[in-house]
């Protein structure tokens, strides 16, 4: 179906073409760009929330400012989409998150507007920082560098770094904090609170209109009123509302808040601020999925909720004859509840993912033991290490691609410390539509370099609550990282009753002959599906689940390699450096000689598409596994002495 933009925005082809336009013509392009939005998201999928929250500023933006020599940076990216379309992307953003379309999150590669590429939070004030700099540096002292960041994203540490150091630094930088009191679940901390004492503030607000209303009846020019001017200003700041401490503390000029939704308001503001130099902060209201009511109703179901009805808002589930397994992430959600009511020591923590993670369902459970503690993925480490001091077992959510952010804690503050922190990476292996920036390509490889760590993967959901189960005993004393996939399982009737795993125990799933498959977490669903294919043509090779990168099961792995001389391993996970590297460094130690091929995320960049669009890519789908063992036994084959 063919989505036709409204006459206006039809027209606008580049951000010069918004810039010739009326007060009035703006807030039409305002109308047109958020009704498309809708039109091609609802048909299309994508996130929805987010860029519906910010078409006003993101006209404003561009048509006061002269992109793309001035930077923009928006942090994160899902609220990129108005600024894709205005980018001379609308004709393809039906393409958005598809496989070979164009990027979810603002990429450099895809637009020389997009000048960060963007999707995890908390990025841009530093990289804007980084470009104002090296613009003052080139002496382009016309060039603006503008950041804008949600109040969510400005809780991670990041954030405050780049803050501190652009107070400092004498760049003219303009900081937008976008603030709507969520991400994708509702922000939480002292921040969310502060940041509501400025905009509940009626008398600060009340006054600061006041007293620039008498300004502004002050003759213009002469030292004196530009000084009563300055001290006026930062007398009422302090005096009238603790509003503008935290960021003129930072020396960040704070100007504020003002209605992001109101296009003239932060055209005529963003013209004042462009022309003010040094650094600054621009505090800015709005509503995550404005102008569609369902959305600014439940924000966190809108942020991204598939394919919808844009009439009646019902959003469309998959329709299916049989029971169906449920997502990896909600057996851990019901898991983690069952045995924290028998294992009061255990806590859950995730930062700002209750949702995805499905840790919500133990937040509204048991709220004294589980906590959302917001973006802050170092912060959410060393506090489950903290606990993990004082006897508790922390089940520490994250997803793989974000516990890249918080390593050097996973090393330092729980490793060599040895504690028994468990770390769920949720979202590993290939995500699909996010992209490069979530794809959990890389746990396996960086966990299972660092002493005392147990790296498992479930194949399945049962394997799931017994390595969850198996992690929260007292005989467990080292850090266990439990890492699963995105979406679904394969056991409607998942609920199975708890066992306990040998740490470092692989199974045998089936024996076979002339060749064996090793393969790690759910990947090994893609195996049994390639061997009922290839039992067919006469093939029977042999499969086992490894369940355990460290320690390896390395009885079973003698068993393989004095049995099998040809090998292949399967897993969701970077190639270099993953479990085929574990089994080749085996094998490698212990003198084996065999044919050892390694399937895996291969040592590139993988964009964006389906998971299994992604996994066929890759090479490690069911039909690759096949393929694989053919050519591996094509001697075999073609001289008739199968078996």
Known sequence: ????????????????????????????????????????????????????????????????????????????????????????????????????????????????????????????????????????????????????????????????????????????????????????????????????????????????????????KLPVGGHFSREMASKIEHSIKSFVSRSSNLFEALKLRYFGPIDGHNINKLVDTLNDLKNIPGPKLLHIITVKGKGYALAENDQTKWHAPGLFDKITGEIYKKKYELPQPPKYQDVFGRTIIELAEKNKKIFGVTPAMPSGSSLKFMMEAMPDRAFDVGICEQHAVTLSAGMATQGMKVFCNIYSSFMQRAYDQVIHDVAIQNLPVVFCLDRAGLVGEDGPTHHGAYDIAYMRCVPNIIVSAPMNESELRNLMYT????????????????????????????????????????????????????????????????????????????????????????????????????????????????????MNAHNYSATVK??????????????????????????????????????????????
């Not at 998971?611 to 393929?627: M, N, Y």
């Open 471 to 586: 992690a929260q005993l007292e005989s467990t004393k080292h850090p266990f990282v439990i890492r699963y996939p995105r979406g679904e399982g394969v056991m409607p009737e998942w609920k199975t009753p708890f066992q306990e795993i040998e740490i470092g125990k692989a199974r045998k799933i089936k024996d076979g002959k002339e060749l064996a498959i090793l393969s790690f977490g759910h990947p090994g669903n893609f195996v049994q599906s390639a061997i009922r294919t290839l039992r067919t043509e006469g093939l029977d090779p042999a499969h086992y689940d490894m369940r355990f990168v460290k320690p390896l099961d390395e009885a079973m792995l003698h068993e393989v390699f004095q049995k099998f001389d040809r090998i292949i391993t399967v897993e969701d996970g970077a190639i270099t450096g993953g479990f085929g590297s574990a089994i080749l460094e085996f």
């Open 1 to 216: 179906m063919e989505i036709t933009p409204g006459p206006l925005l039809g027209t606008i082809q580049s951000p010069d073409d918004l810039k010739k336009l009326s007060s009035d013509q703006l807030q039409q392009v305002v109308n047109e760009l958020r009704q498309y939005i809708i039109d091609v998201v609802s048909l299309h999928g994508g996130h929805f929330g987010a860029s519906l929250g910010v078409v006003e500023l993101t006209v404003a933006l561009h048509h006061v400012f002269n992109t793309p020599y001035d930077q923009l940076v928006w942090d994160v990216g899902h609220q990129a989409y108005g600024h894709k379309i205005l980018t001379g992307r609308r004709d393809n953003f039906a393409t958005n998150r598809k496989y070979k379309g164009i990027s979810g999150f603002p990429n450099r590669a895809e637009s020389e507007y997009d000048s960060f590429g963007v999707g995890h939070s908390s990025t841009s004030i530093s990289a804007a920082l980084g470009m104002a700099m090296a613009a003052k540096y080139k002496g382009e002292e016309d060039r603006k560098v503008v950041a804008v960041i949600g109040d969510g994203a400005l809780t991670a540490g990041l954030a405050f770094e780049g803050m501190n150091h652009a107070g400092v630094a004498d760049t003219d930088l303009l900081i937008i904090l976008n603030d709507n009191c969520m991400s994708i679940d509702p922000n939480v901390g002292a921040l969310k609170e502060y940041l509501t004492d400025i905009t509940t503030s009626q008398t600060y607000n009340k006054l600061k209109d006041d007293i620039w209303k008498a300004l502004g």
């Open 598 to 643: 390694t399937l895996g995320i291969p040592d590139i960049v993988v964009e964006h598409g389906s998971p299994k669009e992604l996994q066929k890519e890759c090479g490690f789908d069911a039909e690759s596994i096949a393929s694989l063992v053919r050519e591996m036994m094509k001697d075999k084959i073609n001289t008739g002495i199968l078996g």
